[in-house]
């Protein structure tokens, strides 16, 4: 499986899943993509929207949040489920064989 290189990095990225699960009870996977200086995120949401910028997921990118306990910055997309067997992660993010995929 694996792994995010940075410990701190990961923290950070699974309280914002932590957060975004309790918001939002309709995600059905979140995959978390390996990386060094940035969160990145991916949530399988039956509810969001279609992407149309096949043939790659477009992330929405959030700066850091030092008061927020956030000190990097993170991207995140949200995509159907449908959407997971003919999307490509965002480019310079790898495979979907990169990601963890996180779990309760």
């Known amino acids: 499986m694996p792994v995010l290189l940075n410990p701190e990095l990961r923290a950070a990225a699974l309280k914002i899943v932590h957060e ?3 918001g939002d009870p309709q995600l059905q996977e979140i995959y978390l993509f390996p990386a060094e200086d940035e ?9 969001s929207m279609p ?6 997921i477009s992330p929405f ?3 850091k949040d030092i008061q927020g306990g956030l000190p990097f910055r993170s991207a995140i ?3 159907r489920p ?3 067997s003919t ?3 965002p480019e310079g993010w790898g495979t979907w064989d990169d990601a ?3 779990r309760d």
Request: net charge negative.
């Open 20 to 22: 975004n699960r309790e």
């Open 39 to 47: 969160i990145r995120i991916i949530y399988v949401d039956p509810t």
């Open 51 to 56: 992407n149309r910028d096949a043939p790659y």
């Open 61 to 63: 990118y959030f700066g």
């Open 77 to 79: 997309a949200l995509i």
């Open 82 to 84: 449908e959407e997971r």
């Open 87 to 89: 999307l490509l992660p």
């Open 100 to 102: 963890e995929i996180v």
